[in-house]
């Protein structure tokens, strides 16, 4: 472990098929008001609202309702949340939902009280925050971002076509986050996938930078694998419940940001994909998998030691009488493969991009250093035309 780090995760997680019994202790804890924030209906359908809103109610509390929460949601979301928090001094945001919802969930408290366009200050400036926040916790009803146990928080501004994500300080943190696997069960098959590829992701950016001998890489590979093995599991038989709570468990992991230390990180594929996610308002994993697959075949070859053992290692492939090229080759066709198995969709003209919006989205897309090569713009073009 070469660099330098500290590390603190201040979210209690509470894990579980009885995961939901301890809403009641924790949020005694808090003031009166608090305001549930939930997506455009998945928990009313579950019964999930119910349960909760009958526990906050037992509890006597009082409740304000933020509903219509948005996959990709917009900052006009998040103000509509600031101005509800402030006119009804919310005490606690409680997110039940995706990483769609928690995430506009943190951003309401960062914006409730902020001075000034909290846009332009937190998400264009990434200014620190020096003023009061809003508590945030989260039940969480689908696996992938990682969102319920770190400071992330991805919003989209229509108006200026920007996707742009932010990691706060871990105050922003959710207090405490409840994660029972079975209510991952009514998720369409579609959104488990992306769920599925997105976690993945958030490994592979980690993973596919340096070379040195550190720890979290080891840590990386066995998630993966796991991930491998519960994803072709959970695909077939979406009620296994071992295979739902290894997948949720470990796409919490993935993103907290435990499984980045000591190493320097990527990114540049959510970069890409959240300008993709601002114009086309796609799935984020299924994004991610249509840019991962030209973009690791493009820069495979700057780091293509890291490549080879992603091949022996995370896929099990065999490097007798193989170059080293073909073998990084080998790794990144068994990718591909397996995302088809899941039924994860690989070409972005399947996911509402136009060939038109290509060069917009190259053109507004972040360039970072991180990776094994730092891409022009042009070879940013490059790649999406190649997933497209
Ligand atoms: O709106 P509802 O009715 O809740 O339906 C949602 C939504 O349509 C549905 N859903 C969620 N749980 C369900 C369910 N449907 C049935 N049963 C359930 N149990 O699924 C759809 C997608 O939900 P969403 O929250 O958008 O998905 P996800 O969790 O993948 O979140 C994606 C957002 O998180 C950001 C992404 O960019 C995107 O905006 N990310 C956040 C990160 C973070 N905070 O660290 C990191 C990630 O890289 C990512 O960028
Ligand atoms: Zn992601």
């Known amino acids: 472990m070469n660099l330098d780090f ?30 549930l924030a939930y997506g455009k209906g998945a928990i009313k359908k579950s019964g999930l609202y119910d349960q909760v809103v009958a526990i906050l109610k037992e509890n006597g509390k009082n409740i304000v309702e933020l509903s219509g929460i948005m996959p990709n949601p917009t900052y006009e979301k998040v103000e509509e949340g600031a101005k509800l ?20 969930a943190k951003a309401i408290s960062v914006a409730a009280y902020c001075e ?68 991952t069960f009514t998720l369409p098959v579609y959104q488990m996938a992306s769920g ?17 001998d550190v720890t979290t890489d080891y840590m990386i590979e066995g998630l993966l694998r796991s991930i491998i093995n519960s994803a072709k599991i959970a695909i077939k038989d ?58 690791y075949r493009y820069i495979s070859k700057y780091g293509l030691d890291k490549f080879a053992r992603f091949a022996k290692v995370v896929w099990d492939i065999d490097e007798m009488n193989k170059s080293k090229e073909e073998l990084a080759f080998a790794g990144i066709d068994a990718l591909e493969k397996f995302a088809k198995e899941c039924g994860i969709v690989t070409k972005l003209k399947e996911l509402g991009a136009t060939k038109e919006m290509l060069p917009l989205i190259a053109d507004s897309t972040v360039i970072l250093h991180g990776g094994y090569k730092q891409l022009t713009k042009e070879e940013v073009l490059e790649i999406l035309k190649a997933a497209y």
């Open 6 to 35: 500290s590390y603190q995760n201040p979210t209690t997680i509470y894990f579980g098929k009885r995961a939901m019994e301890h809403l009641s202790s924790e949020i005694k804890g808090y003031g009166r008001t608090i305001m």
């Open 85 to 104: 928090v402030r006119e009804n001094s919310v005490d606690l945001i409680l997110a039940v939902g995706g990483g769609s919802v928690i995430d506009c």
């Open 116 to 183: 000034g366009d909290a846009w332009t200050r937190y998400w264009l400036k990434f200014e620190p925050v020096d003023h009061k926040t809003v508590p945030v916790a989260a039940v969480l009803t689908l696996a992938g971002t990682g969102s319920e146990m770190n400071a992330g928080s991805v919003i989209t501004n229509e108006a200026m076509k920007l996707k742009m994500g932010r990691v706060f300080p871990s105050n922003i943190n959710p207090e405490f986050s409840i994660l029972n696997p079975e209510y």
């Open 196 to 212: 599925i590829f997105d976690m993945m992701s958030h490994l592979m950016e980690a993973y596919f930078s340096g070379n040195d």
């Open 238 to 295: 979406p009620g296994n419940y071992e295979a739902r709570s290894n997948l949720m468990w470990s796409s919490t992991l993935a993103m907290n940001p435990l499984l980045g230390l000591s190493k320097t990180q990527d990114w540049e594929v959510h970069m890409m994909e959240h300008q993709l996610g601002a114009y086309t308002d796609c799935a984020h994993g299924m994004g991610l998998a249509a840019i991962s697959l030209p973009y």
